[in-house]
T-cell receptor, first 110, second 112 residues
């Protein structure tokens, strides 16, 4: 079982819909990252959080440390949000390893 | 402009021919890391470095070497490449692992 699990693997939605992508992890972490990868391949860091909630424009990331769960929400989704979204956990075991989920492929239909 | 630069972007080579993928960052970051990305497996960490002369294995270090002689550079070395190392490789840097990562544009390697 992967230490970081994402769901769903694929998600197709209509423009304007509210989107939720989930990430569960089984390891102790110092931080949880959300990344975005567009079809061209480049990877951009969206959020890094260790507690609570962060918001940037239409994107919101939350984390529940007790439940070892994080969610990425997109409000008023748009076709340009179509991308692969990846969560990653930074270890807190005295090293600085990063473990990734396998990603969620999001497609927003106009 | 703050950036992580990888070279080459694309490379096709043959089994056993040593190759180096360079990675350089201009943000004075302590942490640098190499990842490979494969369909169905996602991103996996190969090696990381917490500072100059400090490196450690990630989840898939076999067949790779790294060095960190200067803060800005973190080359990935394949001493004897094999076809199972055909992949898309990313270098990234940050102040620490738990801080936002800055990724390079990726290097697509094909080992025949």
């Amino acid at each position: 079982k992967n230490e970081v699990e994402q769901s769903p693997q694929n998600l197709t939605a209509q423009e304007g819909e509210f989107i939720t992508i989930n990430c569960s992890y089984s390891v102790g972490i110092s931080a949880l990252h959300w990344l975005q990868q567009h079809p061209g391949g480049g990877i951009v860091s969206l959020f890094m959080l260790s507690s609570g909630k962060k918001k940037h424009g239409r994107l919101i990331a939350t984390i529940n440390i007790q439940e070892k769960h994080s969610s990425l929400h997109i409000t008023a989704s748009h076709p340009r949000d179509s991308a692969v979204y990846i969560c990653a956990a930074s270890s807190n075991f005295g090293n600085e390893k990063l473990t990734f989920g396998t990603g969620t492929r999001l497609t927003i239909i106009p | 402009e703050a950036q992580v630069t990888q070279n080459p972007r694309y490379l096709i080579t043959v089994t056993g021919k040593k190759l180096t993928v360079t990675c350089s960052q201009n943000m004075n970051h302590e942490y640098m890391s190499w990842y490979r990305q494969d369909p169905g497996l996602g991103l996996r960490q190969i090696y990381y470095s917490m500072n100059v002369e400090v490196t450690d294995k990630g989840d898939v270090p076999e067949g790779y070497k790294v060095s960190r002689k200067e803060k800005r550079n973190f080359p990935l070395i394949l001493e004897s490449p094999s076809p199972n190392q055909t992949s898309l490789y990313f270098c990234a840097s940050s102040k620490r692992a738990w801080q936002p990562q800055h990724f390079g544009d990726g290097t697509r390697l094909s080992i025949l």
